[in-house]
């Protein structure tokens, strides 16, 4: 049995990457009229923080990432990174999805590659795209076609696609929910250890909330469409966290019962 671990020596530190939301509201038009999706949200997230996101599904989530990662305009209010306004995409700002949506055609290599390729930078970034085949455990791949990985494999490709642009923000949109239990255990050790050992700002969309507690230094709770801040809870609790460790429990609880409040379980 082969075991794949991240070579985490060769990444390099970043400092991480500052976001700020000031009473930003944002919403669709469905069928000629307005559908509210964000509700006067605020927040401060700091360089090097990992903050994840809770909420009913389809409250508003997925689109907070969208508009920090660029790909989307607030309405009104006002989004920036390092104190410049966000108004479109960055590869400072790296984001990762639920499904990997890899490119069939493409071996794991170029799928990794097709960022840098697509700027106009990969001559001479070939090491940058090995390295991060290596962080994910997939060096021994890197001529395969996603129809020959795995669920897991395909996901750690995803990630790697993100992290060959050295990311000073990586936003994770539910990119481990459809991986099986063992797996998804295995990824969530991995991440958390990816991010102590680079230093990258990490925003974690998920409707797990164990997951939350054992990943994130603070957790923001939302409510239901449209979705307004319900709670932030510190999480205070040291590295390695334990699932069967008490305070991981009570902490837990915490965060289901504002959950609770919404009519979200």
């Known amino acids: 049995m082969v075991t ?48 994840a996101f809770l909420g009913p599904s389809g409250c508003g989530k997925s689109t907070l990432l969208r508009l920090v990662a660029g790909l989307e305009t607030a309405t009104t209010g006002q989004l920036t990174s390092e104190g410049d306004r966000i108004l479109g995409p960055d590869p400072q700002r790296g984001l990762v999805f639920q499904d990997p949506t890899l490119f069939p055609w493409r071996t794991v290599w170029n799928n990794i590659a097709f960022g840098l390729e697509a700027r106009g930078v990969l ?16 060096s021994g791949f890197k001529n395969a076609y996603p129809h020959q990985l795995s669920g897991g494999m395909a996901q750690r490709v995803a990630l790697a696609r993100a992290l060959v642009n050295q990311p000073s923000l990586l936003l994770l949109d539910e990119p481990l929910g459809k991986l099986d239990s ?5 990824m969530q050790g991995e991440l958390l250890a990816l991010w102590q050992r680079t230093g990258f700002t990490a925003l974690l ?27 932030e809870i510190v999480n205070p609790l040291p590295y390695p966290r334990h699932r069967d460790d008490s305070r991981v429990i009570q902490l837990r609880r915490r965060v ?3 959950l609770s409040m919404d009519g979200a379980l």
């Open 256 to 258: 289901l019962e504002f």
């Open 4 to 51: 794949e671990t991240l070579q985490l020596d060769q990444m390099p530190r970043t400092q991480g990457m500052r976001i700020d939301m000031r009473d930003v509201c944002h919403e669709f038009t469905l069928r000629g009229s307005p559908l509210p999706v964000i509700d006067h949200m605020s927040f401060t997230v700091d360089r090097g923080e990992f903050v």
């Open 182 to 186: 063992l797996t998804r255990m295995t």
């Open 205 to 231: 969309v998920t409707h797990d909330v164990e997951e939350a507690v054992l990943l994130a230094s603070r957790v923001i709770v939302l409510s239901s469409r449209p979705a307004s801040i319900k709670a």
């Open 123 to 138: 001559r001479g970034q070939f090491d940058r795209v090995n390295e991060a085949l290596e962080l994910v455990g997939l």
